[in-house]
């Protein structure tokens, strides 16, 4: 079986962090992506971990810790552009597997 | 542009009809994968083809069908359709399935409405 979660909602003020949590069981893991979806448009490819540990990319972060089934990403100096949802998404071997997404809200 | 194509961007059609949406993959990739987004909900993987053939299946209706063409392209068929069939339809494409570290990359999506 297969299960991922993640928070439904989060807020958070500009230039504040903001930490979304994912934990998953899968049958089969060959790495987690994360990605950000702004309302009807695609989902857009933010960070990639397949070792346990911290991935930094700019303003953003991906951890993961495989033996706990988790992981977390990290968005520094919010900016009011990061409203959007951010998507978990556990890399299979036949399919990528997707959390049902945190909607982050961004106040001035 | 993200290399993978989706059309049409927008469907609307009644119900008990039947439609079909097409991606062109980034060139360079073998896999295609399709998910369905409802409103306000999760992407939902459907189907994953490799190379031109099936290697995965998700909660694909019976009345949903797909294919991969020797050129890579697919295209993801409804029939029958229902109201509740009205989602964002992704393509997104790999180069191989088991690689990841540069995402798979997702299409702007076909909105179906049916009515």
């Known amino acids: 079986g297969q299960n991922i979660d993640q928070p439904t909602e989060m807020t958070a003020t500009e230039g504040a962090i903001v930490q979304i949590n994912c934990t998953y069981q899968t049958s089969g893991f060959n790495g987690l992506f994360w990605y950000q979806q702004h309302a009807g448009e695609a989902p857009t490819f933010l960070s990639y971990?397949?070792?346990?540990g911290l991935e930094e990319k700019g303003r953003f972060s991906s951890f993961l810790s495989r033996s706990k089934g988790y992981s977390y990403l990290l968005l520094k100096e919010l900016q009011m552009k990061d409203s959007a949802s951010y998507l978990c998404?556990?890399?299979?071997?036949?399919?990528?597997?997707f959390g049902t997404g945190t909607r982050l809200q961004v106040f001035p | 542009d993200s290399g993978v194509t989706q059309t049409p961007k927008h469907l609307i059609t009644a119900t008990g009809q039947r439609v079909t949406l097409r991606c062109s993959p980034r060139s360079g990739d073998l896999s295609v994968y399709w998910y369905q987004q409802s409103l306000d909900q999760g992407l939902q993987f459907l189907i994953h083809?490799?190379?031109?053939?099936?290697?995965a299946k998700g909660n694909i209706l019976e009345r949903f069908s797909a294919q991969q063409f020797p050129d890579l392209h697919s295209e993801l068929n409804l029939s029958s359709l229902e109201l509740g069939d009205s989602a964002l339809y992704f393509c997104?494409?790999?180069?191989?399935?088991?690689?990841?570290?540069?995402?798979?990359?997702f299409g702007s999506g076909t909105r179906l409405t049916v009515v």
């Open positions: 971990n397949v070792l346990d």
């Open positions: 997104a494409s790999s180069v191989d399935p088991r690689t990841g570290n540069d995402g798979y990359t």
């Open positions: 998404a556990v890399i299979r071997p036949d399919k990528l597997i």
């Open positions: 083809y490799y190379n031109g053939e099936e290697r």
